[in-house]
Each structure stands twice: as structure tokens, then as C-alpha cells.
């Protein structure tokens, strides 16, 4: 019963007892006043009541501002681990509709192994009642998965008693894939030591063994060239037809080697990189080979090439590889015919080197650009099959690609391409 109630009920007895005017009036006149300050008292505390209700909406409103705009998902679970409240960021992580979260069990949108790992982790945070912390991995409705870790913690009621768990949970994708980068990172430099380690051993092996090799090669091609100039026609057409052999194997050996220093010596002018305009390289090219040109009564064209950024060495010996490829591979008949050409596309050049010559088989489009591979017999076409193999390494190692399209019997179009940096 509150004051003013009492104060009405002894008002009222007042009323009863009392049979004198003067006495009833005067105690009226006391019992309004009193009235009168019991809901001045009231209206205060009203007033009181209405502001902490006002503070407290604003408190209610700013919470469920904080709880759904929050960058961390909130998951309101049951004692049964049933969903029965989740803010925006838990609907956007696990990409589902709200309606479909609701009243779902929390183990559905993770997957199998993870399912275990949860349930281990809500069963330690009811044993303790202390929050506990796990890293689990999440499923989406369009079959996405994220890694995220998840802190959980009970809920419980006015009096005291267990209602439920909160969950939080973090998307830790991000950190997963960093901590992956960097054990990655981290393998690479390893690799990348152990590369430059065995590519140094691999140098020096090669300069040796080439270095001792053509040692050999040097006396076995004096002492035969001897023998040729002594006993020539002296012997036998045998042993002469023998000794040329000799003298053959020998220079096409050593051509061979000197074939693999350059080829392993590719690469290692990277810094020596420049603008070039390509007609420039293009026509040192044309120089190296004037005379073969001239002796076969070639012809080679080109459209305006453009200005490119590389090895301008390098990029010779690309158009002069090329080139003479053309030039010794060309028909008994026609006198070669060889055009360059340029184009751009995005962001690099694709150069094309065509002729008229002999061409090939598509089978043996890619056969040709490795060390030594030959469609011919041994001498029935010069060289040592290594031109074609140097211009897919130079051109590989400044990150474009080379291919060739032929037809037997037409001609041959060798593409490169360059990044126009």
C-alpha cells in the first residue's frame, strides 16, 4: 500500500468518526495537504521513473546498434545449442538468411570435423562457466568455406540459474591465409637458395666440363687433321672417308658444347635491360647474316617494328636464330622469302617471323625448340640444333612464349612475344 492510499484511508475514517464541522474541516484542509505533497513527491519520482526509461531505450537502442553493426558475429544459443537470436555480421558470415538461422542448430553450418571441436568447447564452457575459445571451420550456404575463431561463454537468467551461451565469432580467413603466405614465403627462400646453390654448382660444373671437354675435342681434331694431311690417299678410301669422320665428330662436338655455354649463360645479363627500338637489333641481325642472305639470294622484309624493353643481345640473337632457321630450312627451288612483323596486344608485343621454306608436320611444332632435337639427318642441314632452343630459353626468361605455325611444303610462322613495359 503506498502513502497516498493510507492517507486516503485515514482520511476517510476521519470522515466517520468526526460529527464537529470545524474539526472536520480542519482536518480536510490537513489531509489535502498532505495529499497535495504525496503527489508533488509522486510526480518527482514520475518524472524520475520517465528519464531513466528514456535512458534506458537509448541504452537498449545504442546496444543493438553496437550488437548488430558490430564487425564480430553474435550467436544467442539455447541450452541445446539451438540458434535463437544472431546479429548482421553472423548472418553475412555464415550467408544465410536470418530466417534460416533462427531456431537452427548451431552445429549446421559447420562441417564434420569442426562439429567435434564445438562441441568439445561448449561442453568445457558449462563444466567451468568460464568463456573458452576454439578455431573452427564454417560452411555457407553456397558451399564456401572460412576458418574463424569462436569464444563462448554462458548466459544466465535473474536468478542466477543457466539459460544458454553467447557465441562471437571472428572471421580469421584473412590470418589463416597470411600465416599460410608466410610459411610459404618462407619455403621459397628456401628453395630459392637452394636453387641459386645448385644453379652455382650446376655454372661451375659446366664451365669445367666444357673446359675439359673441349681439351680433348682439340687434340683428337689436330691429330686427325694431321693424319689427313699426311696419309690422305695414301691408305685407302676408307681410311680416308674414317678420318673425315673423325674430323666431322670432332668440330660438331665442340660445336655442340660452345652450343651449351651459350645456352647456360642465357639470363644472367638481366640487368644489361633497356629501351630498344626492335628495328635496331633486327638489322645487327641483318648484318651477322649479310652473306648467307646474299648467297642464297634471300630477301627479308619488315613492317615498322616498335619500340621494346629487354637485352638488346638477347633480342638479337632471337632474330637472327630465327632468321637463319628460315634461311637453312628453305626450298631448293624458290629463293627464301622471310618477313617480320609486329602487333600489339594488351600489354605486350607479338612478333612474327614468317617464310616460304620447307615447313613441317604440326606433330613436330613443339619438338624443334628443344636442345639438340633435329627433324634431319646429320648433315643433310647444317647446325647443331640449338638456335631454336636458345630462342624459347630468351624468350621464356623475359616471361612471354614462342610458338610456330607450319605447313609441309608452304612455310613456317615463328611468334614471340614481348611485354611492353
Same mark, same amino acid.
Given at each position: ?35 497535495? !505533497? ?16 528514456? /535512458? &534506458? ?11 548488430? &553493426? ?79 575463431? !569462436? ?58 666440363? /666444357? ?48 652450343? &651449351? ?161
Amino acid at each position: 500500500m503506498t502513502k497516498a492510499d493510507k492517507i486516503y484511508d485515514i482520511a476517510e475514517k476521519i470522515l466517520h468518526e468526526t460529527t464537529g464541522e470545524g474539526i472536520l474541516h480542519e482536518n480536510v484542509i490537513r489531509l489535502v495537504s498532505e495529499l497535495r !505533497i504525496q503527489q508533488s513527491a509522486l510526480e518527482i519520482q514520475n518524472k524520475e521513473l520517465r528519464k531513466t526509461q528514456v /535512458s &534506458l531505450d537509448k541504452s537498449r537502442k545504442k546496444y543493438l546498434e553496437l550488437y548488430n &553493426l558490430s564487425s564480430v558475429g553474435f550467436f544467442t544459443l539455447n541450452k541445446e545449442l539451438i540458434v535463437k537470436n544472431v546479429n548482421l555480421e553472423g548472418i553475412r558470415l555464415v550467408g544465410r538468411n536470418k530466417s534460416d538461422i533462427i531456431n537452427a542448430p548451431f552445429v549446421l553450418f559447420l562441417t564434420d570435423d569442426s562439429q567435434i571441436i564445438f562441441s568439445r568447447c561448449m561442453k568445457k564452457t558449462l563444466e567451468t562457466w568460464d568463456t573458452q575459445e576454439c578455431e573452427v571451420e564454417f560452411i555457407r550456404k553456397d558451399k564456401s568455406h572460412f576458418n574463424a575463431n !569462436i569464444k563462448s561463454r554462458i548466459i544466465l537468467d535473474e536468478m542466477e540459474n543457466f539459460r544458454g551461451f553467447q557465441i562471437a565469432v571472428k572471421d580469421i580467413s584473412a590470418n589463416k591465409m597470411v600465416e599460410e603466405l608466410k610459411k610459404s614465403q618462407k619455403r621459397l627462400n628456401e628453395v630459392i637458395t637452394e636453387l641459386e646453390q645448385s644453379n652455382s654448382e650446376l655454372q661451375s660444373f659446366n664451365f669445367i666440363t /666444357s673446359h675439359d671437354l673441349q681439351e680433348p675435342l682439340r687434340t683428337m681434331g689436330s691429330y686427325a687433321g694431321l693424319l689427313k694431311r699426311r696419309y690422305k690417299g695414301k691408305i685407302d678410301e676408307d681410311a680416308d672417308d674414317f678420318i673425315e669422320y673423325i674430323i666431322s665428330g670432332a668440330s660438331r662436338m665442340q660445336r655442340m658444347i660452345i652450343g &651449351l655455354q651459350e645456352y647456360s649463360h642465357l639470363g644472367r645479363k638481366n640487368s644489361n635491360l633497356e629501351h630498344f627500338n626492335a628495328e635496331e637489333v633486327l638489322n645487327v641481325a641483318l648484318f651477322n647474316l649479310q652473306y648467307v642472305i646474299k648467297e642464297c639470294h634471300g630477301e627479308v622484309t619488315h613492317d615498322t617494328l616498335p619500340v621494346i624493353y629487354g637485352n638488346k643481345e638477347e633480342i638479337t640473337k632471337v632474330f637472327q636464330n630465327l632468321i637463319d632457321n628460315a634461311l637453312k630450312f628453305r626450298k631448293k627451288v624458290f629463293p627464301p622469302r622471310i618477313h617480320v612483323s609486329a602487333k600489339k596486344e594488351n600489354n605486350e608485343y607479338v612478333f612474327s617471323v614468317s617464310d616460304n621454306g620447307i615447313g613441317m608436320e604440326e606433330q613436330y611444332t613443339d619438338r624443334i625448340f628443344e636442345v639438340f632435337k633435329r627433324l634431319h639427318p646429320i648433315g643433310e642441314y647444317p647446325g647443331v640444333g640449338m638456335g631454336l632452343a636458345v630462342v624459347k630459353r630468351i624468350i621464356n626468361l623475359n616471361g612471354g612464349y614462342v610458338l610456330v605455325e607450319s605447313k609441309l611444303g608452304i612455310g613456317s610462322t615463328f611468334y614471340f612475344t614481348i611485354y611492353n613495359k
